[in-house]
């Protein structure tokens, strides 16, 4: 099966591929090594979409794989240096305007309730009119 590179522009790989550490077979041989943009892709695919490693289609590759590769890019700094690329073919394409940006977060409550346990200290007296509290 032919993987789908459609995600990776040609132009933009002749840029992101100068970045990714070559590759040296081992002197023990082993299994032969998917192509890099293949691999790529699948990385891609993963982080625009969410999935779990195991749930990146076979085209790119096993989820595994992807993840091996993800990891000994980011050991190598490749993502940092793929992104400023990625920027500059994005702003040679369309153009950025970084005078407006943006940030996006969650907040979530702390498990449990936090880790202190500690009574919090009235500020007042009671003024409840039912001497409920």
Known sequence: MQADYADIPDELWERVKQWIPPWRRSPWGGPRRLDDRRVFAGIVYRLRT???????????GSGSTCYRRFVEWVEADVFEKIHAEALCYYHEKVGL??????????????????TSRAPIPPIAENSAPNGMF
């Open 50 to 60: 969410g999935c779990q490693w195991d749930a990146i289609p076979r085209e790119f």
């Open 97 to 114: 305007d970084l005078e407006w940006a943006s940030l996006d977060s969650a907040s979530v409550k702390a498990p449990k309730g936090g």
